[in-house]
């Protein structure tokens, strides 16, 4: 009696040493996968929280952009000290993102940061420069060469007004027109002709009956003119010269701030498919654990119950038990024996077991869910880029994508009067205007046959029949047209703003294909993109330009008004329609 009660604490303290070891790796494998989960989602959080500074960052430089075009356009020094504030921002917040890029200590982020970094120096010394001229010239209306060239033309205007001589007056007056036209065009033809008319003038005054004071007087007025003339013209050029460098510096620092993106993208993703692998191995190396124990148990109890049919048939129920747990099916298990015997003890555990893989499970199958929305998350922003068929192959792991399309129809759209608009309003508004009028537009091109190409600046592009070929592209793009022009009508009554488009259309052949590493795009080439952007340029705003393709192909279902054979760069002479209205609808 007392060698089988032994017997029985001796078996019971086996089966306990193995549920506790079984425990034991359970908790800490637990233990491990959590830590190194909590420090992978940590660092993905720290470069997020990366990314989205070098977002607040490219934001800030189009603000300032913005500030220095309403400077050039209105000439209000404001507008500079709002540019300075930018750049005093976009400075204090990369000192910012140095910071936290130490711990990262990668070199794919920091040098080209580093390089922006020195691009943007270079581009604010050019607008400060451009500033600067601008002050010297007087366009401020305050001090200048503009104020000095006036006084000038007071004291010309002054002696002549005592005499009252035609010609010289009507030579007087030829310098002033001409001086207004350089003034609005910089055309430099027309200052060489105003410095000839200069001279001319002077001559003039040598021949006229005036007396030697009055003819010194005349042609030293004269002289300060066409001194103070030539200042004027060589500080223009200057500032064209200034403005060209800050547009060259400026469209220098977004490749290396997009390479800087771009890595960043690339670390994030990685982090993502490190957590996603470390809950795959976490959930088999639960697994391989549990099957370990399952198997020592097994071998364990077989030899210890082999003569006891009534016990064999609960350990085919306790194994019955381990296959659901195995498999998954934890809604399977049913309630096992416990009887105060050696098999009882075993099911006590198992349940135990049990219990916890299954909790296991669920912290794991909640880890695979968020890495699953991570995942749906990034498709969702590879779509807003790329069409949906040009992002399946590039995910299908197509390095290389271009095709020719034998007939699609493009269609070029500009914002009439933008740079002049957006000098008179708040970037604030500005940008809400834009943003108004291209989700409108979006929306008008979320059509199977139709696809939005890109926006440049104030200009929309949408091509028909790309990246899916339809046999009516073209009066698909069509109807988009008279939509455009119908909203921004509408737009312009209930506002009150002078908004006003031009649209260009034209069919034909095309190379479509995704271009770029580092921040992909879908774009489009060929005869076609030229002539439809010739199409709109040379247009009419508020009306819709077509070739001649276009018309032949729709004039049976719309009505077109006959503008005429129009030269166009590049292109010669080309015979042209205006889109005027719809007959019926698509078939």
């Known amino acids: 009696m007392n060698k089988s009660k032994l017997k029985i604490v001796h078996q019971f303290s086996l089966l306990a040493i193995v549920a506790l070891l079984v425990m034991v790796g359970l908790a800490l494998l637990d233990f491990h996968h959590k830590s190194t989960i909590d420090e992978i989602i940590q660092q993905e959080e720290q470069l997020l929280s990366l990314r989205k500074q070098l977002t607040d960052i490219e934001r800030e430089i189009l603000r300032a952009r913005l500030e220095e075009f309403q400077m050039i356009a209105s000439r209000k020094s404001s507008f500079f000290d709002q540019f300075e504030k930018k ?33 943007l120096n270079r581009y604010h010394k050019s607008v400060r420069k451009t500033f600067k001229l601008e002050k010297k010239m007087g366009l401020n209306g305050k001090q200048g060469l503009l104020i000095d060239l006036r006084f000038v033309k007071n004291n010309i205007k002054g002696e002549l007004y005592t005499f009252n001589n035609k010609a ?43 007396s030697k004071t009055r003819q010194e007087k005349l042609r030293f007025y004269l002289m300060e003119y066409r001194d103070k003339m030539s200042q004027l013209i060589n500080k223009t050029v200057e500032i064209e010269l200034s403005i060209a460098t800050s547009t060259l510096q400026f469209e220098r620092i977004f490749p290396n701030l997009q390479k800087s993106q771009s890595t960043m993208d690339k670390l994030i993703t990685l982090k993502a498919e490190q957590l996603g692998e470390q809950l795959h191995t976490s959930k088999l ?14 071998i364990f109890m077989f030899f210890q119950i082999r003569h006891a049919r009534s ?37 006590t555990t198992f349940d135990r077991m049990a219990s916890q893989i299954k909790s296991q499970m669920a912290i794991i199958e909640k880890e695979h869910n968020l890495v699953k ?12 880029i790329l069409p949906p068929p040009i992002a399946t192959r590039l995910k299908q792991k197509e390095k290389f994508i271009a095709d020719r399309f034998e007939n699609a129809t493009v269609l070029f759209c500009d914002l009439v009067n933008f740079t002049n608009m957006s000098a008179s309003i708040a970037p604030e508004e500005l940008v809400q205007t834009l943003n108004m009028i291209f989700s409108h537009f979006d929306e008008l091109t979320k059509d199977v046959c139709i696809e939005k190409i890109k926006t440049i600046g ?27 022009i119908d909203f921004i009508k509408k737009i312009a009554k209930s506002t009150g703003k002078p908004l006003s488009i031009r649209v260009g259309i034209h069919s034909g052949e095309v190379v479509a294909g995704v271009i770029g590493t580092t921040k992909m795009a879908y774009d489009l080439w060929g005869d076609t993109v030229n002539t439809a952007s010739r199409m709109e340029s040379h247009g009419i705003p508020g009306k819709i330009q077509c070739s001649e393709t276009v018309y032949h192909r729709l004039k049976d279902r719309f009505q077109f008004e006959f ?16 889109l005027v209205k719809q007959y019926g609808g698509l078939d």
Not at 285 to 298: D, N, P
């Open 285 to 298: 190396q639960t697994t391989a654990i549990f099957i370990a124990a399952f198997i020592i148990l097994s």
């Open 458 to 484: 104030d200009a929309y592009m949408i091509v028909g029949g790309v990246p899916n070929p339809c046999d009516n592209h073209a009066e698909h793009v069509a109807q988009v047209a008279l939509q455009m």
């Open 311 to 347: 016990l064999v048939e609960r350990l085919q129920q306790l194994a019955e038990g381990m296959r659901y747990v195995a498999s998954g099916h934890f809604e399977k298990v049913t309630h096992l024996s416990q009887e105060q015997d050696e098999v009882g003890l075993l099911a």
């Open 87 to 119: 750049i005093e921002n976009i400075f204090s917040m990369s000192d910012a993102l140095t910071k936290n890029l130490m711990n990262l200590q990668n070199n794919e982020i920091n040098e080209p940061k580093k390089i922006m970094l020195k691009t």
């Open 168 to 210: 010289l007056n009507f030579l007087f007056i030829r310098m002033q027109l001409l001086e207004k036209d350089f003034s609005n065009t910089l055309n430099m033809k027309l200052a060489n002709q105003l410095l000839t008319l200069v001279s001319t003038f002077s001559e003039e005054i040598k021949q006229k009956n005036l």
């Open 373 to 384: 929305k991570e995942k749906e998350k990034s498709d969702k922003l590879l779509l807003n």
């Open 563 to 578: 503008r005429g054979a129009i030269k166009i760069k590049g292109k010669g002479l080309m015979r042209t329609y205006f």
